[in-house]
C-alpha cells in the first residue's frame, strides 16, 4: 500500500521560511507526479502546487506563486516544499498527495494522500 | 481562474440517497473527480472521472457530470457516510488544480 509521510512542520514567525518534507514509499515514486495540497483549520482544501515525475513541470497556485517552491529527490523518494516569506494565512495542514499515473508530464487527479503536516504561522 | 460551487451542506436520513452537486462552467467538457474526507483523517478518493470507483469503494458511490453541474450520488446511505466530500478538476487554462468548497453530508 502507498505511504506518504509529511515532516518538517511547526510554527514559525512571520515572514520566516520552512522546509516541508513527504517521505515516499511502497511505489516506485520516480515515476509519478506529486502534489502539496493544504487545508486551513475549519476550512476546505487548497491546492498549492503540483511536480511531475521527473521534476520538469511544476505548477504552483497563485497564493503561493514567488514564495513557495517544490522539489523532488528521486534518489531519496522524498517530496519538498520549501516555503519561504510565511505569512499568517499559509497556516494549514499540509498534505502531500500522489498522481495516478506513471511517466506522464500531465496531471489529472490525486489518488493517494499522506496523514498531513501542521504548519502554524505566529508570532 | 475557473470556480467550483458545492453546496456547503446536505442532509440525508440513513438508507436514503444523498446527492451532492458541484457547479462550474461548462463543467461537463471536463473530467470531475471526488474525495471523502472524515474529521480528523486525510482525504479518500471516491470517484474519478466522473464515474469510476477505486478498488475497495462502495458500488453505492457513484457520479454523473453534464452541462454545468456534476453530481455525487450516495445511495443506501450509512452513518459512515457522514463526511466532508471535495469536487475536483484539472483546469489546462490556468494548469492548475482546482477544488471546490466541500459539503457537509449529515446523516440524520
Known amino acids: 500500500q502507498v505511504q506518504l509521510v509529511e515532516s518538517g512542520g511547526g510554527v514559525v514567525q512571520p515572514g520566516r521560511s520552512l522546509r516541508l518534507s513527504c517521505a515516499a514509499s511502497k511505489f516506485t515514486f520516480s515515476r509519478y507526479g506529486m502534489h502539496w495540497v493544504r487545508q486551513a483549520p475549519g476550512k476546505g482544501l487548497e491546492w498549492v502546487a503540483f511536480?511531475?515525475?521527473?521534476?520538469?513541470?511544476?505548477y504552483y497556485a497563485d497564493s503561493v506563486k514567488g514564495r513557495f517552491t517544490i522539489s523532488r529527490d528521486n534518489l531519496k523518494n522524498t517530496l519538498y516544499l520549501q516555503m519561504n516569506s510565511l505569512r499568517a494565512e499559509d497556516t494549514a495542514l499540509y498534505y502531500c498527495?500522489?498522481?495516478?499515473?506513471?511517466?506522464?508530464?500531465?496531471?489529472?487527479?490525486?489518488?493517494?494522500w499522506g496523514q498531513g503536516n501542521l504548519v502554524t504561522v505566529s508570532s | 481562474s475557473y470556480v467550483l460551487t458545492q453546496p456547503p451542506s446536505v442532509s440525508v436520513a440513513p438508507g436514503k440517497t444523498a446527492r451532492i452537486t458541484c457547479g462550474g462552467n461548462n463543467i461537463g467538457s471536463k473530467s470531475v473527480h471526488w474525495y471523502q474526507q472524515k474529521p480528523g483523517q486525510a482525504p479518500v478518493l471516491v470517484v474519478y472521472y466522473d464515474t469510476d470507483r477505486p478498488s475497495g469503494i462502495p458500488e453505492r458511490f457513484s457520479g454523473s457530470n453534464s452541462g454545468n453541474t456534476a453530481t455525487l450520488t450516495i445511495s443506501r446511505v450509512e452513518a459512515g457516510d457522514e463526511a466532508d466530500y471535495y469536487c475536483?478538476?484539472?483546469?489546462?487554462?490556468?494548469?492548475?488544480?482546482?477544488f471546490g468548497g466541500g459539503t457537509k453530508l449529515t446523516v440524520l
Open positions: 498527495a500522489k498522481d495516478p499515473f506513471q511517466g506522464v508530464v500531465m496531471t489529472t487527479f490525486l489518488d493517494y
Open positions: 511536480i511531475s515525475y521527473d521534476g520538469i513541470k511544476k
Open positions: 475536483q478538476v484539472w483546469d489546462s487554462i490556468s494548469d492548475h488544480v482546482v
